[in-house]
Each structure stands twice: as structure tokens, then as C-alpha cells.
């Protein structure tokens, strides 16, 4: 029993339910079934490697309740019709046969359907919405006699999951699903009893529980998940949230999930520039005005200690973890074991998860930029060794460090060579704390595995000549890449710094006025990060065009993108886009207009450059031909320039995939 978190760890009453503990899998879409909604053998899977993992319960993903208007996309998991019901029960059975409780999310996507342009989208109440406040979506009022069916449906297919055996089902009402839109005033106009207050906007949510209630019995249990608060005009206020709180506890509902934001302001998904835990305050104020079903509160909270925290001062009953559970399934059991530093963390960058759903290729699956065995089925967790070898690492990145921990485990003899400091490039990412203080996280992780592990690091240069004197049966190159230098005019005056420079020395004390060039996510996060603290920034970039300014950042996840681009703007970051810089002077910068080739002159106090890295190690040519066995993983593929951006993931990805093969 762990010493460090007892309230994580306290067995915990749900319904009819005695969980173990306070930790439940949030929901998440991973995108496995097939085309029809019926369940995959990953699917299964997926799950299987989550329930190993000691949660008390899982909520699996949101599941499409009948084959019209409630799906909403190709390969999300469906259960409206019988012959569904068999795939299910595996599924279910696959969770349960590791005492964890299986409940299944049943939604109906609502107006979010539109975002894949396939059918017409339904909503409370006729109207138009601008998508992206660009895009009209127009969205159809539902009828009374379809509010009728939808009841039935929901009931039929929360039927089904009883007969599947799930031990209870979850209603989605939130996150821009469709009984979110009868919540939420905005969407919902109608003047009928599903319209105008309150109490008449949650009424849909209330006869679905009701009928579902009729049909499986009121002994079934239902977990409601409602937004507690949108933060939007016309939106759910949180005075709101709680009145639909008090409205669903009469219902014999057994708990309630809750979650905050709105797709319309784009604050659903708790990213880096968040702080942890931002929809605490939502739960916290239901229990303070007395809501006694059992509150499920996520977004952020995937350090064990915030999660304890949350639980200790009393402002949730049980810790939603979504994110966290791809990134480490096991992250109950450590707890448990009082092990957190062995937990991998989410670092909260969207790119493995949301990014690969956005871009999805059904053979690649859901991912994880941490966990390169996420819903990869039947992945050994570490490949058997064929012979113990030797292994040389050059580079102490996430690339260096991944492949160092993977060879390692395997039983591999390791020795990591670093120059710097171990973590690499991290150190850079991980430049403002409150900003992308989940990279020092992962540092830190990284750390704490390479004092763990039997691996020999020798701090200093490694050469070819020593690599290969050492008489290494393999070697992996992790050395990264290095910035290009620019040959605009002005680049050696005293106030231009590259961003390596900046975010790798702390201690540079930059002007009032500072001109951040370059629209790559991580320059970007630096033109905010100096706004945030009060300088006036201007973003120039080559980048613009038909996209505007979605092109700036446009390297990083939707979510991170669309929230970076928001916040560079509220916090008054001016940015020109088309621009090249042409000339440093002493007082400013002058930018040229790409297409017009007009001049600017900008007046300002430092210039802060990048024009791209570059890999391709010397040390990887000279090593070519002359050690049995050579790799190269991570930035230093980078050929040239910026055309192939690459991230912290995929270098943990290389080192993992080279570490399992040698
Ligand atoms: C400012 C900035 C912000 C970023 N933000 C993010 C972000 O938010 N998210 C994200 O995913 N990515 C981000 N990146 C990119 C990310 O940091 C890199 O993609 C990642 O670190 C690459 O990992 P790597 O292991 O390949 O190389 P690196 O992290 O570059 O590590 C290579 C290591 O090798 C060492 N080395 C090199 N040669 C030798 C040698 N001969 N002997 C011994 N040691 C040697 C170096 O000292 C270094 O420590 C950012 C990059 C920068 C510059
Ligand atoms: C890839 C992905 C898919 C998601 N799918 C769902 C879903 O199907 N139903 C739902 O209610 N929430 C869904 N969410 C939201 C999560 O349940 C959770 O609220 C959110 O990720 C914040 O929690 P976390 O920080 O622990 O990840 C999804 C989130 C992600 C990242
Ligand atoms: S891809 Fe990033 S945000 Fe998503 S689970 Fe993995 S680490 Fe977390």
C-alpha cells in the first residue's frame, strides 16, 4: 500500500460499486473498430494493456448509438445494432477478467459531425455556425418525433452494453456532443420544454437517463458526464453546471464526470500552456454546494501528486485520467508502489494522440509522442534478448536516453555518451516553466531511468576514434542537430541571438522591444512566453498565404496550435506575416514583404532568429563501415533547413524501435 498517496489508493464507493481506488480512465476516442463501428481485435487489446494497469475502472470511449447521425467519423466504435453485441462483450469481458469495471460512453456527436463533412449535422435548433469562425456549418433543429427516437436509441444501445456485459454505461454530454448542444444556450433556442431555462436545457439528458432506466432497469448503473462550466457567451455558466448537477443527481444517477471549456473556445483538452487540474474549481464548487453522487474530475491531472492533492482537500471523489493512461498504462500500479518517478509522463503536447486521430491512418493507430508501444497489439514489452551485446550511445536527448533505458532493460551492456547534459534539446524545449514545464517532467523522468538502469554514461565529447577503440558491438548516433547560421546582414550584432541560445542560457536579459523571427511552433511559444512577461513582441515569418496565420505553428497539434495562436494574439504579440528579414540594424530590423519585396523598417531591442537546423553528424560518416553494427535516430536525420520538423516523439519512437532490434 503506498505511503505516499493514501487518498489516490483509498478504496472508493460508486453506485453499487466498491473500487479499489480513485483512479478511472477517462474517456477517450482511440479510433479502433472498423469502418461499421464493430470492434477490433486492437480494440481489445487496447484496452486489455489499460485495465493491466490497476485503474479501478475504465470508461471506454465514446460509442455512436445508432448508424445515422451519431457517428462521427469511420472507425469510432458503434453499438446500434445486436450484432454488435459479441464484439462488446469481449471487449468487456477483457477489462472485467482484470477486476476493473468496464463502463462504455454512448454519445451522439452532435454538430461535431460536421467537421466531417459527410451528412447533415443535428443540433436543439436550426442555425449556421461558423466553424473556426470561418467555415458555415449549418445545423438542423431536431423534431420532437426525432427526440422521441433518440431516446429509444440511446436506451436500445445502453441495452446492448448491459447484454454485452459492461457493468454500466456512461452518457456524454459534453464537449460539444449533442445533448451538450441542448445544454448549452448558444445552440439551444428552441421555445418548447427542451428550450429556454435551465432546468428545460438538461430535460434531454434527464428522459435519456429516464429511459434507459426503463429498458435495463434502475439497478444499471449511469455515470453522466456533463461540462460544469464553459467559459463562453451564451455558454454554461458555472452556477449552471451545478443546477444540472443537482437536476442529475435526482435521477439515480451513480456519478457524475466532469469537464469544462467548449469546442467553440477551444479549452476541452487541458495542453501545456494550461495549468493543471483548470477545471478543478468546477467539481470543488459542486461539492461545496452539497452534490453527493461521486464527482470524476480530469484534464491535466497526471502527476500523481496534483491528482493526491485534488483528493486530499476535497474537491473530487475520483481522478479522470485520460492522457496520462496512453502514455502509461501502469501509472495506478506505481502508485501503488509508490514508484512515481517510474511513471512516464504525458507531457500534454496532443501530437501522438489527438495529432494522429487528426491525420488518421487506420493502419497506424491511435499514439503516444511518449510511448511508442501505445495500441501497438500484442507489442512484447521488452523484445527478448538474442545475445547480449555491447551498445554505445552517442547523445543524451530523448532520442539517446529512450534507446540508453529500451537497450538496457533488454540486458543489453549500455554506455551513453553526452557532452552537455543529459536531456539534450529538452533543456531548450523546456525554456519557461509555465509554459512547457511538462518537458522538464519528462527530463526529469529520464533521469531518474538513467541512475535506475545498469548504464554507464561517460560525460565528455565521444570521438570516432574513441567509439571505436571502446570495440562496441553496436552504436546508435543521437546527437541531434545544431542550428544554421544566418547570413542576413546584422546577424553578429550583440543583441541577435539564436533560440537555441536564448532558451538553452537562462540568463539572457533581453530589451523591451523584441522581434521573434520565424513561425515554427517553438518560436512562436517564445514570442508568448516573452508577451506573457510583459515585452512587446513582434512574430515575423515567411509563412502566411491562403492560411494566414494557421500557418504560423502549424508544425505542432491542433489543439497546441489553435490555443498558441490565441494566446499570442490576447497577449498582443503583433505579427507580420510574408516577411523575410533582410537586414539587423542597430536600432531595429528590416523585414521585406516576400511577395511585394517592400521594406519595413522595425524599430527594436533584440532579434531572436532561427533558419533552421541541420544533422547529418560528421561522427555517423566517420563511424560508417567501421563498427559491426551503426543507427542513427532522432534530430541528426535532419538534412537541412526546417522542411522536416521533428519533435521529442519521434525520437523517443527511433530509440525505442532501434534499441528493440539490436
Ligand atoms: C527551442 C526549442 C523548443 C522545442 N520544443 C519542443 C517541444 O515543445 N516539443 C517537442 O516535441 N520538441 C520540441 N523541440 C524539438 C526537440 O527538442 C528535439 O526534436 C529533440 O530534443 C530531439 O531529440 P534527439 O535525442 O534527437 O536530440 P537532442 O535532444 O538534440 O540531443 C542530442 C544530444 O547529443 C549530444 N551530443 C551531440 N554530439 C555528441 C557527441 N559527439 N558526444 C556526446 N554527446 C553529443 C548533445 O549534447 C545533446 O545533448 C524543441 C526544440 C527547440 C530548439
Ligand atoms: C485522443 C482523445 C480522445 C478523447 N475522446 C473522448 C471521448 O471519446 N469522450 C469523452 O468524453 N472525452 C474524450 N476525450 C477527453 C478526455 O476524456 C479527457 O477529458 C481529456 O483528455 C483531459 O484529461 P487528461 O488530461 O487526463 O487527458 C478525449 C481526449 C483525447 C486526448
Ligand atoms: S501524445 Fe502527448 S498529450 Fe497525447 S498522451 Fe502522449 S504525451 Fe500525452
Known sequence: MSKKYPFLLEPGRMGPWRLPNRIIMAPMGSLNADKDGYVTERAIEFYADKAKGGMGLIVVECTYMDNILSKGEDNCLGLYEHGQITGMARLASRIRDYGVKAVLQLCHIGHQLALSDRYESLGPSDMVEMMGGVQPFPIRGMTREEIQQLKEDFAMAAWRAKMAGFDGIQLHGAIGHLINMFCTPFYNQRTDEYGGSPENRIRLMVEIIEAVQEKCGRGFPIIARICGCDFDEDGITLEEGILHAQILQKTGIVALHIVGGSTRNIRVINIQYDPRGDFVFISEAMKKAGIKVPIII???????????????????????????????????????????????????????????????????????????????????????????????????????????????????????????????????????????????????????????????????????????????????????????????????????????????????????????VGGCFPNVEVAYALAKKGKKVILSSRRGGENGMLELASDNSSPMQQRLLLLTMQHGVEIQLEMDLTEITDDGAVLTDVGTKE????????????????????????????????????????????????NIGDAIHEGWLVANRI
Open 298 to 516: 480530469d484534464g491535466g491531472l497526471s502527476t500523481p501528486d496534483i491528482a493526491e492533492q485534488v483528493l486530499a482537500e476535497g474537491k473530487a471523489d475520483f481522478i479522470g485520467l485520460g492522457r496520462p493512461m496512453l502514455a502509461d498504462p501502469e501509472w495506478a500500479r506505481k502508485v501503488a508502489e509508490d514508484r512515481p518517478e517510474d511513471i512516464v509522463p504525458c507531457i500534454r503536447c496532443c501530437m501522438g494522440c489527438v495529432g494522429t486521430m487528426e491525420g488518421f491512418d487506420a493502419a497506424v493507430g491511435l499514439r503516444c509522442s511518449v510511448n511508442p508501444r501505445c495500441n501497438l497489439t500484442g507489442y512484447r514489452e521488452v523484445a527478448p534478448l538474442v545475445k547480449r551485446k555491447s551498445v554505445c550511445i552517442i547523445g543524451g536527448g530523448p532520442g539517446g536516453m529512450e534507446a540508453a533505458k529500451m537497450a538496457a532493460k533488454r540486458g543489453h551492456e549500455v554506455t551513453l555518451y553526452e557532452k552537455r547534459k543529459l536531456g539534450g534539446m529538452m533543456h531548450e524545449a523546456a525554456f519557461d516553466l509555465d509554459v512547457k514545464g511538462d518537458i522538464q517532467i519528462l527530463i526529469e523522468y529520464y533521469l531518474a531511468q538513467m541512475e535506475k538502469l545498469d548504464i554507464k554514461i561517460v560525460h565528455e565529447e565521444a570521438t570516432a576514434e574513441a567509439v571505436i577503440a571502446g570495440g562496441y558491438d553496436a552504436v546508435i548516433v543521437a546527437t541531434g542537430a545544431t542550428p544554421i547560421g544566418s547570413k542576413v546582414p546584422g546577424t553578429d550584432k550583440s543583441k541577435v541571438h539564436t533560440f537555441v541560445e536564448y532558451t538553452g542560457d537562462r540568463t539572457i536579459e533581453l530589451g523591451e522591444t523584441v522581434l521573434v
Open 599 to 646: 521594406k519595413t523598417e522595425i524599430k527594436c531591442d533584440n532579434v531572436l532568429l532561427c533558419r533552421g537546423y541541420r544533422g547529418r553528424p560528421a561522427i555517423y560518416t566517420e563511424l560508417t563501415g567501421k563498427v559491426p553494427e551503426l543507427y542513427e535516430v532522432g534530430d541528426c536525420q535532419i538534412s537541412s533547413r526546417c522542411n522536416q520538423p521533428r
